[in-house]
């Protein structure tokens, strides 16, 4: 099942720069898209979301845009900070379907000082 | 800031038994989850509950997995009898609301099932 695909397994970035992190999904059926953060040994941790109904989602350095017609959304993280380097999840959910999130596969990002 | 916590953080248990999972969701969330994350696979949801009721559940969600809220304020995942490739993370999870609203899900930090 690969409805929620982020291709990239890593990236690494130096600090200050922008770390862009993209997913990609083929449910067309798909409304509300988050992306979660995690930390070895802990659960994941909400960084942000988006509704279908909007393009992009700002908080703080944390930006989500989402391109529907592509069935891509991305994460731009600016400026990047060394306590940012995590294993970063995109996730998506259908309204018809409970609230479940599917999930991708998820990117290492490594912030280099 | 409140929290979702899971208890035990490890368990190692035979094939063949019963294991219980705890977690103690955030105290005014009305909705609860399971998923888990088998060694380098995705994230993957097992149940949502509501109302003390399941909601939905996913294909892995089988006959010997259940979903209990025993009191106001655990919600547990019972596997009656363990494989071993029911070996995992489990990540019990809460949300406000559901549906049109769009309530974000907290995450505990997991339990790692270990079955040997």
């Known amino acids: 099942d690969q409805q929620v695909k982020q291709n990239s397994p890593s990236l690494s970035v130096q600090e200050g720069r922008i770390s862009i992190l993209n997913c990609d999904y083929t449910?067309?059926?798909?409304?509300?898209f988050l992306w979660y953060k995690k930390y070895p040994a802990e659960g994941p941790t909400f960084l942000i979301s988006i509704s279908s109904i909007k393009d992009k989602n700002e908080d703080g350095r944390f930006t989500v845009f989402l391109n529907k017609s592509a069935k891509h959304l991305s994460l731009h993280i600016v400026p990047s900070q060394p306590g940012d380097s995590a294993v970063y999840f995109c996730?998506?959910?259908?309204?018809?379907?409970?609230?479940?999130?599917?999930f991708g596969g998820g990117t290492r990002l490594m912030v280099k000082p | 800031e409140p929290e979702v916590t899971q208890t035990p953080s490890h368990q190692v248990t035979q094939m063949g038994q019963e294991v219980i999972l705890r977690c103690v969701p955030i105290?005014?969330?009305?909705?609860f989850y399971w998923y888990r994350q088998i060694l380098g696979q995705k994230v993957e949801f097992l149940v949502s509950f509501y109302n003390n009721e399941i909601s939905e559940k996913s294909e892995i969600f089988d006959d010997q997995f259940s979903v209990e809220r025993p009191d106001g304020s655990n919600f547990t995942l019972k596997i009656r009898s363990t494989k071993l490739e029911d070996s995992a993370m489990y990540f019990c999870?809460?949300?406000?609301?559901?549906?049109?609203?769009?309530?974000?899900?907290?995450f505990g930090p997991g339990t790692r099932l270990t079955v040997t």
């Open positions: 105290s005014n969330h009305l909705y």
């Open positions: 996730a998506a959910s259908d309204d018809n379907a409970g609230n479940m999130l599917t």
């Open positions: 449910n067309s059926m798909f409304d509300y």
């Open positions: 999870a809460s949300s406000e609301g559901q549906g049109r609203m769009k309530y974000e899900q907290y």
